[in-house]
């Protein structure tokens, strides 16, 4: 699989409707999993967190993207974007 620059992703990322969504219980396991599975599936993920999320945003979505073994691409406002390590490379630039 080619990769791409953070910039085209982001683009990708524009496109696309948050399908997780993190409220007051925070990150558990099984928002975890599910972003496992999804970046699975589709490579790409928009993350929502809700405003009764607890945790500041940047730390979060660190926290998610280390557990859930995917790359972070952008925290944006309430939004939060990730995907697979396969498809983007760090290349010592951060979020």
């Not at 080619?2 to 969504?21: N, R």
């Not at 926290?63 to 974007?81: H, M």
């Amino acid at each position: 699989m080619e990769t791409k620059s953070k910039k085209e992703i982001k683009g990708m990322g524009t496109e696309l409707a948050p399908t997780i969504h993190i409220g007051k219980g925070g990150l558990t396991e099984g928002v975890v999993e599910e972003v496992k599975n999804q970046i699975k599936k589709n490579k790409l993920v928009k993350v929502r967190v809700l405003a009764s999320s607890s945790q500041e945003k940047k730390d979060l979505a660190r926290d998610l993207a280390d557990r859930a073994g995917v790359s972070l691409i952008e925290v944006r406002g309430n939004t939060v974007l990730l995907c697979s390590e396969k498809l983007y490379v760090a290349k010592g630039d951060s979020t």
